[in-house]
């Protein structure tokens, strides 16, 4: 066995902040962030979104306050701590020529297998924010975004770009997981979130791809009936017929490049909004899509959501 020396060992890459330009918004960067701490972050809004997120990428975000929650409500050290199962998750399986990888980008799953570069990107006025990471191997970069939308709700888009010369054809799982059903407040999460995993239930509408997640019963202790009327919603636009997913339960698989089925009714398990398709990004070209979330719907507006999904082809 070799083992490494100081002079082999390379020195972390340096944090740099300065400003640039994204689709004419003035942003400040962090370079390299993924070698400092993890620290702590709010966006704001001029509605009545919330929305904590740590630089690793784990986060909580909701409407009004903590009893609206599209993500669960934590203290700042679990946020950070649930990164890899909270949030945003990426996969893809590359292939270039006959050579076929899995990239997980923003992910400590894959830490030392590419040469990346991390950064972070904040709007000079706090309401958007940028991950970013450079796969110098691959020749690939990826992006997500938060920001949010006072009619709509949280908006995550998401991008992939080719930087090499050669076309790439990649099949990926990208989404958000961990997504909490309606009527769901903190210390229900806090103190029965086994008993609220129970009660979970997630449902894809297939003509729209729009997911909703509500509990299927109320948790009460009296002998009674108790309809759950409210739902979290999840949908998306850019990506034209991809396989959705409304629960983590199928990335493992895909993980390991087997076969997944669309989901369309799932029980007694956390919620997520996966999407997967399969691109051909030729040189220096690029893909981008998007994810909607808002929390705490009723029948009326679920309805009023699908049928613009349906029928604005400027959504």
């Not at 998401?158 to 009527?183: R, W």
Request: aromatic content about 10%.
């Amino acid at each position: 066995m070799t083992l490494l020396n100081s002079k082999q060992l390379k020195a972390d890459p340096k944090v740099e902040i300065s400003q640039v330009t994204i689709e004419n918004e003035k942003y400040f960067k962090i370079s390299n962030c993924d070698t400092m701490s993890p620290f702590f972050m709010t966006i704001v809004s001029d509605s009545n979104h919330w929305l904590f997120i740590s630089s690793n990428g784990g986060l909580s975000a909701g409407r009004k306050n903590s009893d609206y929650s599209l993500f669960p409500y934590y203290t700042s050290d679990k946020i950070t701590e649930a990164a890899e199962v909270t949030g945003s998750k990426s996969i893809f399986i590359v292939q270039k020529g006959d050579t076929v990888q899995v990239w997980e980008p923003l992910s400590e799953r894959f830490d030392g297998m590419y040469e990346i570069s991390r950064n972070l990107y904040k709007n000079i006025y706090g309401n958007k924010i940028i991950f970013e990471e450079i796969n110098h191997d691959l020749g690939l970069t990826f992006r997500y975004q938060w920001n949010s939308s006072n009619q709509f709700g949280f908006v995550r888009k998401s991008k992939i770009l080719n930087n090499s010369e050669d076309t790439v054809k990649t099949t990926f799982l990208d989404g958000i997981q961990n997504i909490m059903p309606a009527s769901i407040g903190p210390d229900a999460q806090n103190a029965l979130s086994n008993l609220v995993d129970a009660y979970k239930r997630n449902e894809l509408e297939q003509e729209t791809g729009l997911g909703m997640y509500a509990l299927s019963a109320i948790l009460v202790d009296r002998a009674e009936p108790s309809e759950a009327l409210k739902t979290n919603v999840a949908w998306s636009l850019g990506l034209d017929n991809p396989t959705r997913l409304v629960s983590p339960l199928q990335v493992k698989n895909f993980r390991k490049r087997r076969a997944i089925q669309e989901e369309t009714d799932v029980k007694a398990e956390k919620g997520a909004y996966f999407l997967s398709t399969t691109i051909d990004l030729a040189a220096n070209a690029e893909k981008e899509w998007m994810i909607v979330a808002d929390v705490n719907k009723n029948h009326a507006a679920v309805a009023q959501i699908s049928e613009m999904i349906k029928n604005e082809p400027q959504l």
